[in-house]
């Protein structure tokens, strides 16, 4: 018998020579919640800090609280980019006839209006570099990024377009305290109330 941890420690089965495909995240025995697939490789996420949680609570209940008609959102849901991409935002924004089911595991780009990734420690490269540039290939119209300010342990939201020309984003603001935007619909979010219950 080994250690205590070695027991708990996640051993996933070697890859295929070309990497795991997308579909190979719903067979893959075992794998650990919240396992993504970038580039054919298996990435898993370490655990999140208050942060991270408060701000996914905060987003999550605005977004959906001033969703017109139409609109829903998904948290912590895969979107399958192509054959060895299948990242999983931490926030998404869709129309609501994406929700194809009770069993539906992933979306296609093409269903995705708005994505959200709140920045963590391990997450920082992927969530700044590797998946805008990949949800922006894919077409994904708008992007946000969530950071962590440091003196006010507040959330910083970065808003970014797409640009259909290039496949890539433009940052179009930086807000601080309070996210006012138009676009993909009208939500205004007091970023000071992350750490409050929704409607207090």
Excluded at 65 to 76: H, M, S, Y
């Amino acid at each position: 018998m080994g250690a205590p941890d070695d027991d708990l420690e996640y051993r996933s089965p070697p890859p295929p020579l070309d990497g795991w495909s997308a579909d190979d995240l719903d067979r893959i025995p075992g794998l650990p919640p919240h396992a993504e697939l970038i580039d054919g490789s298996l990435v898993f996420r370490s655990p999140q800090n208050r942060f991270h949680a408060c701000s996914l609570r905060l987003l999550e209940h605005r977004l959906l609280a001033q969703a017109p008609d139409g609109f829903d959102v998904d948290r912590e849901f895969t979107v399958r980019l192509d054959d060895k991409n299948r990242p999983e935002p931490d926030l998404l924004v869709i129309p609501a006839e994406a929700a194809a089911g009770f069993d539906q595991t992933w979306h296609k780009p093409e269903d995705v209006i708005l994505v959200v990734e709140v920045v963590s420690p391990d997450s920082r490269e992927r969530d700044r570099d590797v998946k805008p540039r990949k949800y922006g290939a894919a077409g994904v119209p708008h992007f946000w990024r969530v950071e962590l300010d440091e003196d006010k342990g507040l959330p910083v939201v970065y808003v970014f377009e797409l640009d259909p020309a290039t496949s890539s984003y433009g940052l179009t603001g930086i807000f601080h305290d309070r996210l006012k935007v138009s676009v993909p619909y009208d939500i205004e979010i007091d970023l000071t109330a992350i750490y409050r219950r929704p409607g207090r």
